[in-house]
C-alpha cells in the first residue's frame, strides 16, 4: 500500500470513528410567570380559597430546567439520556408543590427529577426508554386541548391530572419502560409498564398504552392505563387498590380555526368510602388564530363523580370554562391573558373565577 492510500485510509477510519461516536448535549427548559386574582371551587372550606391576588408560577407551563445528550452509536442507532427537574420560579423552591399542606394533607414531595430521568435506545424501529418519563395518558390529554399541559388553567388538565381530579396516579411514571414505535404512515403508538417494586404488594405494577393517527388537518388518539402504583405527589395505593383511566380525544385544523374534543372514564376499585366512586368527563375547546403570533383559545371541561359499590360520595358535577389570548414576541416568549370559571356542585366553595396575565420563556 503507498503512503497516499494508508493516509487516505487512516482519514476514512477516524472520520467513521468521529461519526460513530458523534453527540450532543443541551441545556433546556420554560420559566412561567404570572400575575392574577385567584379564586377556585372545591377545596376543604370555603375559608381556605379566599380570593387571593397572586404572584405565581407554571400556570400555563410547569417551569422545569433540562439536561439532554444523544450519541449516534452507528448503524442507525442512538442513544440518549434525559434529566428534568421541575421548579416554582415564584419562590425559587423545587418541585410541583410543597408536602402536606393545609389543602392538601399527607402529599408527599415531588422528588427533584420529577419530570424526567431515563436513558433510552433509538433506531428506524422505535424507542426504548427506562426510568422516570412521561405518562402516555397525560401525554393524550396535552396534545389534544388548546391549553396544552397548563395545570393552572386547562380544563382537561385540571380534570384529569389536577390536584382535586380523580386521578390517582402521576404526570410522570417512575421505574417505567417505554417502548414507542416509529410513524408508519400517520400512525404512532406506545406502551409503557410500571414496576410496583413493593413486597407488600401495596404497590402493583401498572401498565398503559397510547395511539395516534395524524393525516393532514385530521387527528384522532386513544389511550388506557392501568394504575396500582402511585409516586409523588400522589398518595400510595394499598394492596388492592387500582384505577383504569381510558382516553380518546380528536382534532381537526380548519385553518380558521383548530378544534378539539376529548372523552374519558375513571373506574377505581379496592376503594371505600369517598374514593369509592367513577368518573366520566370530556373537554370541548378550539383554538383561533388572530395573527401570524397570536391566538385565541377557548376550552370546556365538564367531570360528573358518582358513588359506585357502597360508596359514599354524593354525586358531583365540576365544570371549567377557560377563554385565553397568546401573543408570541418570538419563537421562544410569549405572553397570555386567561379568564377562569371554575364550579364544582356540591362543594363547600362552590364557584371562581380566575383572571390571569403571564409571560413565558422557553430556553
Known amino acids: 500500500m503507498s503512503i497516499r492510500n494508508f493516509a487516505l485510509s487512516v482519514l476514512a477510519l477516524s472520520a467513521a470513528a468521529a461519526a460513530q ?25 370555603a375559608a381556605d380559597n379566599k380570593r387571593l391576588t397572586k404572584v405565581d408560577g407554571n400556570n400555563m407551563t410547569t417551569s422545569f430546567l433540562g439536561f439532554k445528550g444523544v450519541e449516534d452509536l452507528g448503524g442507525g442507532l442512538k442513544a440518549g439520556f434525559t434529566l428534568e427537574a421541575f421548579l416554582r420560579p415564584d419562590t425559587g423552591a423545587q418541585g410541583r408543590s410543597d408536602a402536606n399542606t393545609t389543602v392538601t394533607p399527607n402529599v408527599p414531595a415531588d422528588n427533584f427529577w420529577g419530570r ?138 380548519l385553518g380558521i380555526a383548530k378544534l378539539f374534543g376529548q372523552y374519558a372514564e375513571f373506574s377505581n376499585s379496592g376503594y371505600s368510602g369517598t374514593s369509592r366512586i367513577d368518573t366520566q368527563l370530556y373537554q370541548l375547546g378550539a383554538s383561533i388564530p388572530v395573527t401570524k403570533m397570536s391566538k385565541v383559545m377557548v376550552s370546556y371541561g365538564e367531570s360528573k363523580e358518582k358513588p359506585v359499590q357502597g360508596g359514599t360520595t354524593p354525586v358531583t358535577k365540576h365544570r371549567i370554562t377557560s377563554v385565553g389570548y397568546d401573543l408570541n414576541l418570538s419563537k421562544r416568549t410569549d405572553v397570555y391573558a386567561v379568564v377562569m370559571v371554575d364550579k364544582e356542585q356540591l362543594a363547600n366553595f362552590e364557584s371562581g373565577t380566575s383572571v390571569v396575565f403571564g409571560l413565558r420563556h422557553a430556553f
Open 116 to 253: 424526567a430521568a431515563n436513558v433510552y435506545l433509538q433506531n428506524d424501529f422505535g424507542k426504548l426508554t427506562i426510568g422516570r418519563q412521561g405518562n402516555l395518558l397525560f401525554g393524550q390529554v396535552a396534545s389534544y386541548n388548546p391549553f396544552g399541559g397548563a395545570f393552572g388553567l386547562s380544563p382537561a388538565v385540571r380534570l384529569t391530572f389536577g390536584r382535586w381530579s380523580n386521578d390517582k396516579g402521576d404526570s410522570g411514571w417512575s421505574n417505567a419502560i417505554t417502548y414507542s414505535s416509529p410513524n408508519l404512515a400517520g400512525f404512532t403508538g406506545s406502551v409503557s409498564y410500571q414496576a410496583g417494586e413493593d413486597s407488600t404488594l401495596n404497590e402493583r405494577n401498572s401498565y398503559a398504552l397510547a395511539a395516534n393517527y395524524a393525516n393532514g388537518p385530521f387527528a384522532v388518539g386513544g389511550a388506557w392505563q392501568t394504575v396500582r402504583s402511585a409516586d409523588a405527589p400522589k398518595v400510595n395505593l394499598t394492596k388492592g387498590q387500582r384505577q383504569n383511566f381510558g382516553l380518546v380525544s380528536t382534532s381537526y385544523d
Open 21 to 45: 461516536a458523534q453527540s450532543s448535549y443541551n441545556v433546556y427548559g420554560v420559566i412561567d410567570l404570572s400575575v392574577g386574582s385567584m379564586q377556585l371551587s372545591g377545596l376543604p372550606t
